[in-house]
């Protein structure tokens, strides 16, 4: 069951990016639980390029977080500050010999896996595709014939960003006291009933 018997629903919906973390590590059991449901994602044609890099030591996570970009609307107040920093990584990679195209949907489906396992279990996190591939792929040694598609930052939440009804505008921003703001579509406009 999910953290204090939350349904999965309300995991969904109460799920946000979190960009700033507590100082505490995430369980190496509980990082192999989520790349676990990343990897019991849907898979088109049942292919299953995905693997995955699971970053947790100190230096690692240091380079890793040198390839980030965070929050462009809102950069620099949306990067993390020192002690801030994402406890863990999950690099998502495709092995192109599986599969060199249309594997975005499989790690579509296998983040949204991870983030939610995450969330149930109290952790907080980000799901970054503004990365230096280049610099990420010689930190870790990635072979040429894989794909460095993104990072999953993950920790627990040292902020409560608020979801807002979207006026004109999807730009997320900060408040005064410094709490993220993140507009959302509503119901209304993104449902139709039987025809447009």
Request: proline fraction near 6%.
């Amino acid at each position: 069951m999910c953290q204090d018997d939350k349904s999965i629903y309300d995991v969904i919906a109460g799920r946000r990016t979190i960009r700033r973390f507590k100082p505490e590590p995430v369980a190496r059991e509980l990082l192999e639980r989520l790349v676990n449901a990343g990897r019991l994602a849907p898979s088109a044609a049942n292919l299953q390029p995905l693997e995955f890099i699971v970053v947790d030591d100190a230096g690692a996570k240091a380079e890793i977080f040198s390839c980030l970009k965070w929050a462009a609307y809102i950069a620099p107040a949306g990067d993390p500050g020192p002690g801030e920093e994402p406890a863990a990584y999950i690099v998502t990679l495709a092995n192109t010999k599986v599969r060199e195209k249309m594997f975005e949907y499989d790690v579509g489906a296998a983040m949204e896996n991870m983030i939610l396992a995450a969330l149930a279990e109290g952790v907080g996190s980000c799901w970054m595709l503004s990365i230096d591939r280049d610099k990420l792929r010689a930190a870790l040694g990635v072979p040429e014939d894989y794909r460095v598609d993104s990072v999953l930052a993950l920790g627990y939440p040292a902020e409560e960003p608020a979801a807002e009804v979207m006026g004109e505008s999807g730009r997320y921003w900060k408040d005064a006291a410094g709490r993220l703001h993140v507009p959302k579509r509503a119901l209304a406009s993104v449902i139709h009933r039987n025809r447009f």
